[in-house]
Nanobody, 118 residues
């Protein structure tokens, strides 16, 4: 069972930056599609950004130009650099690993809270 552990959340003022990290217990980045999701109170969980094993990236329109997803395969760690943060970015952010061929092979982290407020 793959374990994903997020870190880096916290409280930041509007316009500020945070970097989230997700470390996997196994070397899965060469296979799995890795992604960041978020869920705000009263809303559905939504995809924020994803990265494939070929380094193709995808972003939600709401974060394009502000967030950057990346990974370090040698550290089994994925990152989400978040700049120009807005109050509407406030949510619990979850790390996700999805096998590209087997939909049942999917793992989630426990989540990390990001709060953007003055």
């Amino acid at each position: 069972q793959v374990q994903l552990v997020e870190s880096g959340g916290g409280l930041v003022q509007p316009g500020g930056s945070l970097r989230l990290s997700c470390t996997a217990s196994e070397s899965i980045f060469s296979i799995y599609i890795m992604g960041w999701y978020r869920q705000a109170p009263g809303k559905q969980r939504e995809l924020v950004a994803s990265i494939t094993r070929g380094d193709s990236t995808n972003y939600a329109n709401s974060v394009k130009g502000r967030f950057t997803i990346s990974r370090d395969n040698t550290k089994n760690t994925m990152y989400l650099q978040m700049n120009s943060l807005k109050p509407e970015d406030t949510a619990i952010y979850y790390c996700n690993a999805q096998h590209p061929s087997f939909s049942s092979s999917r793992f989630w982290g426990q989540g990390t809270q990001v709060t953007v407020s003055s």
